[in-house]
């Protein structure tokens, strides 16, 4: 119960501190949100919809422009408005419905539908491509019922109704992706590098960081109170890691559940995505707790151990993979324990892998885990002694 005590009036201590609180869930999710964003995470291209001609044919068109999945539309009441969120880059690509589209297309006659963007521009090139679909989707229905006009006579509209509801009904194509690639090294792009990544980067430097309230206890003299007091030595030094290891887990927990919920992220095998988590809390309730009694200051923790843990995220993949690097780095690289944790992730997300295949990694983890605690409860004893 003592050693309990101790963990609670250390996690509430945290949790009453807003910095630690932004520190620990705001910053990581808005960390994954942009890196996932630049990495291929955002799915809709932004167009630009002028539509001059209001008919139901034309009206139609737009529709369907809006209610693309590729696709986030806004409309423009001109051209020149919406040239302008072009130059601003407020938009991929402006789509142009002329005049007259309706009357043109009800008289069998062609219409040019004018598409503006860049063409060195590769989201204009996708944007274009996803919109021609939808046009020529269009364009097929009323080929279709202009047909069914001219042989069998009858209102136009009626056959435009037929087709597009023959077209609805039709069943689709569908696509399905699989890992072709087993071997690979490197991490998906989008929102699935980023969590996994981001979640190595910041728990440990939460961690490190978080050894300024270990500093604090210190310096209050709460530890010589506590000893003092009927409180053994192993009972704090036990509550030390049991906050630590605590919070390492629940924001590890954290960035999972946002990046399966809220951003679509396959974290791959349960059984191997939970081992290679609390295998890397660990590491980070280490980190964490060395920390604590190595700096003398809160500080020289605050200023010094986001550096470290930066420097280490960069050398162990955190913000590159490896793969890209010579062999010489990529060794150095493993030196960090970041780099076994992301090659972990990187069997999970990018290779189907089990725990069996992780289990090197792991293991590899665990040794650090072990080597860290075992230094920062010896310094702590040390500490508790005195």
């Known amino acids: 119960m003592t050693t309990l005590a101790i963990a609670r009036v250390r996690a509430l201590r945290i949790v009453r501190d807003r910095v630690a609180v932004f520190f620990l869930i705001v910053l990581p999710v808005l960390v994954i949100v942009i890196i996932g964003a630049f990495t291929g995470g955002v799915g809709k291209f932004r167009v630009g919809v002028v539509q001059l001609d209001r008919a139901p044919l034309a009206a139609a068109i ?3 422009l809006h209610h693309a999945k590729a696709l986030d539309a806004r409309d423009y009441t001109s051209v020149e408005t919406g040239k302008t969120a072009l130059r601003r880059s407020e938009i991929s690509t402006l789509i142009e419905i002329p005049p007259g589209t309706d009357a043109r297309l009800r008289a069998g006659q062609s219409v040019d539908i004018s598409v503006f963007g860049e063409r060195t521009n590769s989201d204009q090139q996708a944007a274009v491509a996803a919109a021609s679909a939808i046009i020529a989707a269009n364009g097929g229905h009323v080929q ?14 009626a056959h435009l109704t037929v087709a597009q509801h023959v077209a609805r009904s039709l069943a689709s194509v569908g ?6 690639n087993t071997n ?16 190595v980067l910041f728990v440990f430097i939460n961690a490190l960081a978080g050894g300024v309230a270990m500093i604090l206890t210190r310096q209050l003299g709460m530890y010589d109170r506590m000893v003092a007091a009927p409180v053994l030595p192993r009972q704090i030094v036990i509550g030390e890691c049991v906050v630590y290891f605590a919070i390492a887990l629940t924001q590890s927990v954290l960035i999972v559940g946002v990046g399966a919920i809220v951003f679509g992220v396959h974290w791959g095998d ?13 590491v980070g309730t280490g980190a964490g707790m060395l920390a604590g009694t190595l700096f003398k200051t809160p500080e020289q923790a605050m200023s010094i151990a986001p550096m470290i843990g930066i420097a280490l995220g960069m050398l162990g993949g955190c913000m590159w993979p490896l793969e890209i690097v010579g062999p010489t780095m990529r060794s150095i690289g493993h030196l960090a324990p970041h780099a076994w944790a992301v090659d972990g992730w990187t069997s999970l ?11 090197t990694d792991l293991l590899v983890l665990l040794g650090f885990a072990v080597v860290l605690l075992s230094i920062a409860i010896r310094r702590l004893r040390r500490t508790l002694v005195r």
């Open 184 to 199: 690979s090294h490197f991490l998906p792009a989008g929102f699935s590098y980023s969590a996994p990544t981001m979640l």
């Open 349 to 359: 997300l990018s290779r189907s892998g089990t725990i069996s295949d992780i289990r």
């Open 270 to 282: 349960p059984l191997a995505a939970t081992a290679l988590v609390c295998s890397w809390a660990l």
């Open 144 to 157: 279709a019922a202009r047909f069914a006009t001219d042989q069998l006579g009858g209102s136009f509209d």
């Open 175 to 180: 696509v399905a992706t699989s890992v072709v």
């Open 62 to 64: 737009a529709s369907d």
